[in-house]
C-alpha cells in the first residue's frame, strides 16, 4: 500500500534571522546569496548557517507600502545549501549600523560589513523575484522589504509513539510482531519505525527495508508489511535474507503515525509546541509553518492496486552495456544537462568514459592553468550515481566537457530612426550566454548547447534579424576560434565532434571562451 505523510516546513525562533540580502537573490533563477544579520540592531554579524542547513526566503512587506500586511503570501520559498557557506566582507560598508539601524559606508577605523556567502542546488532556484529595497516618492526608503529566516526544521504530521514487549521466552524464527497503533507513517524513504532489540543483555538497532532479498545474513532489517487498517506486521529474516529475529528477548518499536491529506495544512497553520514532559521547550519563543505542507496523501485502495500493479513490472533496468545506455543512465543524474560516452581499451580491460555537462555552472570548475573540471562535490555525486549502472570488468572515468570557443563576425545595418549604439547592444544580448529579462535566454546560453551539436549560420541569422531595429546582416567570420576557417562560412554548419561542446561568452576577461564582434552600420549614429 502507498501512503505518504506531509512535510511542512516549520521555523520554531522566527526572529533568530531578519535581515535583508545585501546583493544579489533580485530576480528569479538565483542559487547563491550573501547575508548578514543584526541581533543587537547596532552591529552586523553572520549567520550560524552550515551545508544542509535549511533557509526561507520571503518576501515580509509589500514593496509598494513597506507594510507587512501587504507581502505576497506566495513569494515565499524554502532552499536547502548544498555546501558550507564562505564568510566574506564588503568592503564599500560598516559593519556598525548607523543611528535607524540601516547600512552606512565605511569610514576610516571601520570594520567592512560582514557576509555570509551561501548557496543552493538548482532544484531550489528561486522561483520568483523578491525585491529587497526600494525609494518610494512618498514614503522614502523602503528596506527589509525581502528576509531570509534560519532557524527552519522539517516536521511531518503525526505522532511518535514507543511500544516496549518483554518476552516471556526467547523469540524464534517465526515471530511476527504486530503494532498496536496505526496507520503507521510512510515516508520517502519507507516506513517510519525502528527496533531496539535485546539479546543476552545487549541491545541493537533494526531497520527497515523494502524487502529482505539483498540483506546479508547479519544485517539487523525487517520488513513491514501494512493491512487494510494501516497497522504493520513486522517480518524478519532467516539468517540467509535478513538476521532471524530468534534469541531476541525484548523488543522496543519506535514508530510513527498519521497519514493522508489531513496533513496538508496550510501557511502559518501551526502555531503551537505541544513537547513531551521529559522534553525542555522553554527555549522555544515561537513556531510557525511559513510554507504550506504538502505530499500527504490517502493510502491507495484495493482497487487502485490492482490497477497499478502491472506497473511494477516496467522498473528501471539498473544496468548499462551499450554508449547509448551510459549517456542515458548519465543524464538521469540530478544536476546533469547531459552526457556523452565512450569506450577505451586500456591493455587489460575496457574504461568507459562519460562526459558531463552540468546545469550549474559552478559545478564546473577552471583550474589557474586554464584546464576545466567537475567540481569535486559534484563528480562524487554524480559518480555515485552513475556506478550503480557499471558492469563488472570495466571501469568507470568521469569528464568534464570539452569547449569549443567560436569566432563571429557580424555586420548589421541598423534601421531608418534606431541608433546604431542601441542595435549593436541589442544584438549582444540576442546572441549572448547570458539570461535576459521576460525568461530568455541569449543564443549561446549554456543551455542551448549540448554535446555534440552543431550551431547553424541560419539560426544565428535568425536570432539577429529577430532584433528590433535590425534592416539586414551578414555574417563576416563563423570558425573555431584561433583556427583557419574549414568551409564553415560556406556550408552553414560549424560542427561539433560527439564529445565537444559550443561556446562563445564575448566575455572580454576571457577571450579564450568565444569572441564576438559587431559592426554596425545605417540607422543614427
Given at each position: 500500500?502507498?501512503?505518504?505523510?506531509?512535510?511542512?516546513?516549520?521555523?520554531?525562533?522566527?526572529?533568530?534571522?531578519?535581515?535583508?540580502?545585501?546583493?544579489?537573490?533580485?530576480?528569479?533563477?538565483?542559487?547563491?546569496?550573501?547575508?548578514?544579520?543584526?541581533?543587537?540592531?547596532?552591529?552586523?554579524?553572520?549567520?550560524?548557517?552550515?551545508?544542509?542547513?535549511?533557509?526561507?526566503?520571503?518576501?515580509?512587506?509589500?514593496?509598494?507600502?513597506?507594510?507587512?500586511?501587504?507581502?505576497?503570501?506566495?513569494?515565499?520559498?524554502?532552499?536547502?545549501?548544498?555546501?558550507?557557506?564562505?564568510?566574506?566582507?564588503?568592503?564599500?560598508?560598516?559593519?556598525?549600523?548607523?543611528?535607524?539601524?540601516?547600512?552606512?559606508?565605511?569610514?576610516?577605523?571601520?570594520?567592512?560589513?560582514?557576509?555570509?556567502?551561501?548557496?543552493?542546488?538548482?532544484d531550489d532556484a528561486l522561483q520568483t523575484t523578491l525585491c529587497l529595497s526600494r525609494?518610494?516618492?512618498?514614503?522614502?526608503?523602503?528596506?527589509?522589504?525581502?528576509?531570509?529566516?534560519?532557524?527552519?526544521?522539517?516536521?511531518?504530521?503525526?505522532?511518535?509513539?514507543?511500544?516496549?514487549?518483554?518476552?516471556?521466552?526467547?523469540?524464534?524464527?517465526?515471530?511476527?510482531?504486530?503494532?498496536?497503533?496505526?496507520?503507521?507513517?510512510?515516508?520517502?524513504?519507507?516506513?517510519?519505525?525502528?527496533?531496539?532489540?535485546?539479546?543476552?543483555?545487549?541491545?541493537?538497532?533494526?531497520?527497515?527495508?523494502?524487502?529482505?532479498?539483498?540483506?546479508?545474513?547479519?544485517?539487523?532489517?525487517?520488513?513491514?508489511?501494512?493491512?487494510?487498517?494501516?497497522?504493520?506486521?513486522?517480518?524478519?529474516?532467516?539468517?540467509?535474507?535478513?538476521?532471524?529475529?530468534?534469541?531476541?528477548?525484548?523488543?522496543?518499536?519506535?514508530?510513527?503515525?498519521?497519514?493522508?491529506?489531513?496533513?496538508?495544512?496550510?501557511?502559518?497553520?501551526?502555531?503551537?509546541?505541544?513537547?513531551?514532559?521529559?522534553?525542555?521547550?522553554?527555549?522555544?519563543?515561537?513556531?510557525?509553518?511559513?510554507?504550506?505542507?504538502?505530499?500527504?496523501?490517502?493510502?491507495?485502495?484495493?482497487?487502485?492496486?490492482?490497477?497499478?500493479?502491472?506497473?511494477?513490472?516496467?522498473?528501471?533496468?539498473?544496468?548499462?552495456?551499450?554508449?547509448?545506455?551510459?549517456?542515458?543512465?548519465?543524464?538521469?543524474?540530478?544536476?546533469?544537462?547531459?552526457?556523452?560516452?565512450?569506450?577505451?581499451?586500456?591493455?587489460?580491460?575496457?574504461?568507459?568514459?562519460?562526459?558531463?555537462?552540468?546545469?550549474?555552472?559552478?559545478?564546473?570548475?577552471?583550474?589557474?592553468?586554464?584546464?576545466?573540471?567537475?567540481?569535486?562535490?559534484?563528480?562524487?555525486?554524480?559518480?555515485?550515481?552513475?556506478?550503480?549502472?557499471?558492469?563488472?570488468?570495466?571501469?568507470?572515468?568521469?569528464?568534464?566537457?570539452?569547449?569549443?570557443?567560436?569566432?563571429?563576425?557580424?555586420?548589421?545595418?541598423?534601421?531608418?530612426?534606431?541608433?546604431?549604439?542601441?542595435?549593436?547592444?541589442?544584438?549582444?544580448?540576442?546572441?549572448?550566454?547570458?539570461?535576459?529579462?521576460?525568461?530568455?535566454?541569449?543564443?549561446?546560453?549554456?543551455?542551448?548547447?549540448?554535446?555534440?551539436?552543431?550551431?547553424?549560420?541560419?539560426?544565428?541569422?535568425?536570432?539577429?534579424?529577430?532584433?528590433?531595429?535590425?534592416?539586414?546582416?551578414?555574417?563576416?567570420?563563423?570558425?573555431?576560434?584561433?583556427?583557419?576557417?574549414?568551409?564553415?562560412?560556406?556550408?552553414?554548419?560549424?560542427?561539433?565532434?560527439?564529445?565537444?561542446?559550443?561556446?562563445?561568452?564575448?566575455?572580454?576577461?576571457?577571450?579564450?571562451?568565444?569572441?564576438?564582434?559587431?559592426?554596425?552600420?545605417?540607422?543614427?549614429?
Open positions: 500500500m502507498d501512503t505518504k505523510a506531509a512535510d511542512p516546513i516549520v521555523n520554531p525562533r522566527p526572529d533568530l534571522i531578519t535581515e535583508p540580502f545585501v546583493r544579489m537573490l533580485e530576480s528569479a533563477g538565483a542559487t547563491e546569496a550573501w547575508l548578514y544579520a543584526v541581533p543587537d540592531g547596532t552591529n552586523a554579524v553572520r549567520p550560524l548557517l552550515g551545508k544542509d542547513d535549511r533557509l526561507l526566503l520571503e518576501e515580509a512587506r509589500g514593496p509598494a507600502t513597506g507594510l507587512p500586511g501587504d507581502a505576497d503570501l506566495d513569494r515565499r520559498q524554502v532552499v536547502v545549501l548544498t555546501e558550507d557557506p564562505l564568510e566574506e566582507v564588503d568592503e564599500l560598508f560598516a559593519a556598525a549600523m548607523d543611528g535607524d539601524g540601516e547600512l552606512r559606508l565605511r569610514g576610516s577605523g571601520d570594520d567592512p560589513l560582514p557576509l555570509l556567502h551561501v548557496r543552493w542546488g538548482r525609494d518610494d516618492p512618498d514614503r522614502g526608503p523602503l528596506r527589509d522589504l525581502s528576509v531570509a529566516r534560519g532557524n527552519v526544521v522539517e516536521a511531518d504530521h503525526g505522532a511518535t509513539l514507543v511500544e516496549a514487549r518483554a518476552l516471556s521466552a526467547p523469540a524464534d524464527a517465526r515471530l511476527r510482531l504486530r503494532l498496536d497503533r496505526g496507520p503507521l507513517t510512510m515516508r520517502a524513504d519507507g516506513p517510519a519505525a525502528t527496533l531496539q532489540v535485546a539479546e543476552a543483555g545487549d541491545s541493537e538497532t533494526w531497520r527497515p527495508v523494502p524487502d529482505l532479498l539483498d540483506s546479508a545474513p547479519f544485517e539487523q532489517h525487517f520488513v513491514a508489511e501494512i493491512d487494510d487498517d494501516g497497522r504493520a506486521s513486522l517480518r524478519f529474516g532467516d539468517d540467509e535474507y535478513g538476521r532471524s529475529i530468534a534469541g531476541a528477548t525484548a523488543i522496543t518499536a519506535t514508530y510513527r503515525i498519521g497519514n493522508g491529506r489531513a496533513g496538508n495544512v496550510g501557511a502559518e497553520a501551526v502555531a503551537h509546541v505541544a513537547p513531551v514532559p521529559s522534553v525542555d521547550a522553554s527555549w522555544i519563543d515561537a513556531v510557525r509553518n511559513p510554507i504550506a505542507a504538502s505530499g500527504g496523501r490517502e493510502p491507495e485502495t484495493a482497487a487502485e492496486i490492482r490497477e497499478r500493479a502491472p506497473q511494477a513490472f516496467r522498473a528501471q533496468t539498473f544496468r548499462a552495456v551499450t554508449v547509448g545506455d551510459w549517456e542515458r543512465a548519465a543524464a538521469g543524474a540530478p544536476g546533469v544537462q547531459s552526457a556523452f560516452a565512450s569506450f577505451r581499451w586500456t591493455g587489460s580491460w575496457y574504461a568507459v568514459l562519460v562526459g558531463i555537462d552540468p546545469h550549474d555552472p559552478h559545478d564546473l570548475v577552471t583550474d589557474p592553468d586554464g584546464r576545466i573540471r567537475l567540481e569535486p562535490g559534484f563528480e562524487d555525486r554524480t559518480r555515485t550515481y552513475v556506478d550503480r549502472f557499471r558492469i563488472a570488468g570495466y571501469d568507470l572515468e568521469l569528464l568534464p566537457p570539452t569547449f569549443v570557443p567560436l569566432e563571429l563576425d557580424v555586420e548589421v545595418c541598423a534601421a531608418a530612426g534606431y541608433f546604431r549604439g542601441d542595435v549593436a547592444a541589442a544584438v549582444a544580448d540576442a546572441l549572448s550566454s547570458r539570461d535576459l529579462p521576460a525568461g530568455r535566454r541569449g543564443f549561446f546560453h549554456p543551455d542551448n548547447f549540448t554535446f555534440g551539436r552543431p550551431v547553424r549560420l541560419s539560426a544565428i541569422y535568425a536570432a539577429v534579424e529577430a532584433v528590433d531595429g535590425v534592416d539586414s546582416a551578414v555574417i563576416r567570420t563563423f570558425r573555431r576560434l584561433g583556427r583557419a576557417a574549414s568551409g564553415e562560412l560556406e556550408s552553414g554548419i560549424l560542427p561539433i565532434e560527439p564529445g565537444e561542446i559550443a561556446q562563445l561568452d564575448n566575455d572580454p576577461n576571457f577571450l579564450e571562451h568565444g569572441v564576438l564582434r559587431i559592426e554596425t552600420r545605417g540607422g543614427k549614429a
